[in-house]
């Protein structure tokens, strides 16, 4: 939480909840202390994190966008959150925590004016405006 907390605007842990002592149950072995659950702000949207312990993990199967105003923000998250350059593609990454994200510009829609377009998006890891305008 806190270094998601470090990468985005407006951003705060509202509480966090630990695991109780490991001697009130035998199912906390080795967990006393450590987070249970958190609640946080992220630009403003509120999220709850829960230690689902090993057995569940992050996949691709969900990510987090971030729609960002222009390339400087973009270079921002994405300088900040990737830490997985085989995950890297079409404007994906994936963090130090294995949290999936998708980082574009807010109108990539608009960017996306063919066929040119889509391919060039197909070639880039992080994606850059400015070749999106240019292709053609």
């Not at 907390?5 to 002592?21: A, Q, T």
């Not at 966008?65 to 998250?77: G, L, S």
Request: a negative charge; glycine letters at 8%; one cysteine or more.
């Amino acid at each position: 939480m806190e270094f998601y907390c470090s990468v985005f605007p407006d951003s705060r842990v509202l509480s966090i909840e630990r695991y109780p002592d490991e001697s009130l149950d035998e199912h906390f072995k080795g967990m006393s202390g450590k987070v249970l659950t958190g609640r946080f702000v992220l630009d403003g949207t509120e999220f709850i994190c829960l230690d689902g312990g090993p057995v569940f993990t992050f996949n691709e199967a969900i990510s987090l966008t971030v729609e960002c105003a222009d390339q400087a923000e973009i270079d921002h998250y994405w300088s900040n959150l990737s830490a997985s350059p085989e995950h890297e593609q079409c404007g994906w990454l994936k963090d130090r925590f294995g949290v999936s994200w998708q980082i574009v510009p807010a109108n990539l829609g608009e960017l996306m004016t063919g066929p040119a377009q889509t391919h060039a998006l197909m070639q880039m890891k992080k994606i850059v405006i400015d070749d999106l305008v240019n292709a053609g």
